[in-house]
């Protein structure tokens, strides 16, 4: 799978991305906006890859993908989950706070739930954020999603629900 839009490539993740997954994983926006995974070791960071994008795409054919640059590094993840606690795939995203503001949240979830639709024959897609988030709000809006109530998490986390769909 490899999706390409005006300046990035999104494509699968693999296990030799583990430097920068464990760099993203430890940016204290994700930790505060997403989630502390514990990741704190390149060893730690395979395993993460392993058991989550790995693991979903063996499932599911899809799942967290790696976002990077047109000829550069990558900068971030970005893809569909799917969650116990969800009835429809969410598109969720997460990237390196030096690129924040140069919109490529929007330009990759966009792409992601483009292909929910067009290739995976999806007709809903969410989007799930803690309340304080804006800036992810306004992602999932651009894209958009729209608010549709606040939700509690398996972990007793609040978080905003989004949801758009097609037909």
């Not at 494509?11 to 430890?26: I, Y």
């Not at 899809?62 to 000829?71: F, T």
């Not at 990759?108 to 803690?130: E, H, M, N, P």
Request: glycine share 10%; aromatic share 10%.
């Amino acid at each position: 799978m490899q999706l390409r839009t005006a300046r990035l490539i999104i494509d699968e993740v693999s296990k030799a991305d583990a430097p920068a997954v464990l760099e993203l994983l430890n940016e204290p926006d994700f930790i505060r906006n997403i989630a502390d995974r514990g990741v704190r070791t390149l060893e730690q960071a395979e395993t993460y890859i392993e058991q989550g994008p790995l693991a979903s795409y063996q499932a599911n054919g899809h799942g967290l993908w790696r976002v990077r640059l047109k000829d550069g590094p990558m900068i971030g993840l970005c893809g569909l989950i799917y969650r116990d606690y969800l009835d429809v795939p969410d598109v969720g995203y997460g990237f390196m706070a030096r690129y924040f503001g140069q919109g490529y949240a929007t330009e990759a979830a966009q792409a992601a739930v483009d292909y929910g639709f067009a290739k995976l024959g999806l007709t809903r897609i969410c989007g799930i954020v803690s309340p304080h988030n804006e800036a992810s709000k306004r992602i999932l809006q651009k894209i958009g999603l729209q608010y549709i109530k606040q939700i509690t998490n398996p972990d007793g986390k609040i978080l905003d629900y989004f949801e758009v769909s097609r037909s």
